[in-house]
């Protein structure tokens, strides 16, 4: 591990992103998961964020096959959505990052009824990756509708059977891979046991943090979450044996961080 990013690992930073980025040697981040503050949805305590700088920084950190995880939605404005995500996502592809894949975050719930389009239950989550994957370990708890096993005989066009002598079959499995189409339970009680993050005002799933965690690394890597808001991302990686970085420029979003690592 490069010993200029050892004095920041399993800390919480109160700085801009951009700055202490800037301060972390080349291909050093395993995972960059992290839900940044997009159009005007929520109140962040009047901060800004210059997402160019923090997209090239962040580019500048990933290791070779590391990944980072971008959660995004968009607002409504004048009858018609923003596209902030698709933007930003193609400015991820400009910086050289490969879109491994667009997943979708379905919530169980809608903040607020829709009275002229279907009801908002969803955000992105884009995956993007320097190169390929180094790290791909895939939850497989979407049951499969039959289990059973069937034979590796194939019978080819004159009549006769391939593998002739074969006697082995394929055994299918209870469960399978998962589709990119991920849902949790939201809410208080259910994002979080942490009473405390909901001083945030918008939070993500620990579970959430949890599947991608465990989906694009291995045990003692390095898990960034430059934008860290209640520190959701830190907390499940020190539960999971990552090394984690939080950084976030709200000292009253550190304070909840710091709440929410006694807990882990």
Known sequence: MEKELVKFLDTIICSDCVEVLSEFPKNCIDLTLTSPPYDALRDYNDFSFDFKKIASQLYRVTKKGGVVVWVIGDSTINGSETGVSFRQALYFKELGFALHDTMIYQKSGFAYPSTKRYHQIFEYMFIFSKGRPKSFNPIKDKPNKTQYTFSKKRRKKDGSMTHENDTSRIEV????????????????????????????PAIFPEKLCEDHIKSWTNPEEVVLDPLMGSGTTIKVAKLLKRHFIGIDISEEYCKIARERMKLA
Do not use: E, L, V
């Not at 189409?181 to 009680?189: A, F, V």
């Open 173 to 200: 499995s209870p469960f399978g891979m998962r589709t990119n189409i991920w849902k949790y339970t939201t809410g208080r009680g259910n994002s979080t046991k942490d009473k405390i993050a909901f001083a945030h």
